[in-house]
């Protein structure tokens, strides 16, 4: 079974400083995903990765897919309470569309 | 709106009593999935389907079966609950070919007492 890991489990930060979660498996990924999720509801796709090298900014996020698949992160720029949550990273095995989900970041956001 | 449907979104179960978790689609995705949540393990996969009358089991499969009766519609059954079976439950609806992202419910929390 493929796997993800993910750093750092908890993060703590104050409103306005940036995160960054990343995410590393021994094996490749021909997509990945980053998902969010708040207490009482399903994750939500934040951003899609497909390419080698690739990186893709959207407001005050960038995220960046590693040269060899293996590897991503995710930038968030000045945190704000409403992005508190658990931050997932997640790969496609292409064969037969399943996701593997990281354990995922809990991030909090202290305003 | 295209959605993803889960319910009971609250279950209480008793050890050794049936329990089914209801999930329906409107995205008219073919693929559909039951994954489980628990505190350090993220989100692991215990059945899917391709489609109506399939199943296929994922990585955590043991104590738990599912129904695919149509292309809408997912069940994921635990037909002896057990304590450690305790859980959240999410049902999601995803695609393939390409690179389409899932689609989730809001989520299913059950306790086995």
């Known amino acids: 079974t493929q796997r993800l890991e993910q750093s750092p489990r908890f993060l703590s930060i104050q409103e306005g400083q940036d995160f960054t979660a990343r995410c590393s498996s021994s094996t490749t990924f021909p997509q990945l995903y980053w998902y969010r999720q708040v207490p009482r509801e399903g994750p939500v796709i934040l951003v899609t990765?497909?390419?080698?090298?690739e990186v893709k900014e959207q407001r005050r996020m960038t995220a960046k897919f590693g040269e060899a698949r293996k590897n991503s992160s995710l930038f968030i720029a000045r945190a704000q309470p409403g992005d508190a949550g658990i931050y997932f990273c997640t790969g496609k095995n292409g064969g037969n569309n399943k996701l593997t989900f990281g354990q995922g970041t809990v991030l909090s956001v202290i305003p | 709106e295209a959605a993803v449907t889960q319910s009971p979104r609250n279950k209480v179960a008793v050890t050794g009593g049936k329990v089914t978790l209801s999930c329906n689609q409107t995205n008219n995705h073919n693929n559909m999935y039951w994954y489980r949540q628990d505190t350090g393990h993220g989100l692991r996969l215990i059945h899917y389907?391709?489609?109506?009358?399939?199943?296929e089991k994922g990585d955590i499969p043991d104590g738990y079966k599912a129904s695919r009766p149509s292309q809408e519609n997912f069940s994921l059954i635990l037909e002896l609950a057990t304590p450690s079976q305790t859980s959240v439950y999410f049902c999601?609806?995803?695609?393939?070919?390409?690179?389409?992202?899932?689609?989730f419910g809001s989520g299913t929390r059950l306790l086995v007492i």
């Open positions: 999601a609806s995803g695609d393939a070919p390409g690179i389409s992202d899932y689609t």
């Open positions: 990765l497909v390419k080698s090298g």
């Open positions: 389907s391709y489609g109506a009358g399939s199943t």
